[in-house]
């Protein structure tokens, strides 16, 4: 191999290892193929992130187990809250 082949060989391998480097802070900063992850869910989006029923997600929300962010008209859930309401209601 010239060195020429070997500097182009260094630096695609260094080039990988910075692209693999980047992916996974972009992963791990909430982004998720370039694109930025929902911090609000509908009812509707809130059910199937929970696994239950709009219905069920709704008479949560109306005894009070699950906190909303209203906009306007509109009852958000924040992902946050879904993730503690999940760990609070887990029992061994």
């Known amino acids: 191999m010239t060195s020429n082949t070997i500097n182009l060989v260094t ?3 260094i080039s ?3 692209a693999g480097r ?3 802070r972009l992963a791990g900063s909430g982004r998720d193929s370039g694109k930025i992850r929902k911090r609000l869910l509908a009812a509707e989006d809130a059910a199937v992130y929970l696994g239950r029923t709009k219905e069920a ?3 949560l929300i109306a005894a009070g187990n699950l906190p909303t962010v209203k906009s306007d008209r509109r ?3 924040e992902i946050q ?3 503690r ?3 609070q209601s ?3």
């Open 81 to 83: 809250d879904l993730d």
């Open 16 to 18: 990988e290892l910075v």
């Open 57 to 59: 997600v709704q008479r």
């Open 22 to 24: 980047v992916a996974e």
């Open 75 to 77: 009852v958000f859930l």
């Open 85 to 87: 309401w999940i760990d």
């Open 90 to 92: 887990k029992f061994q």
């Open 11 to 13: 630096i695609m391998a």
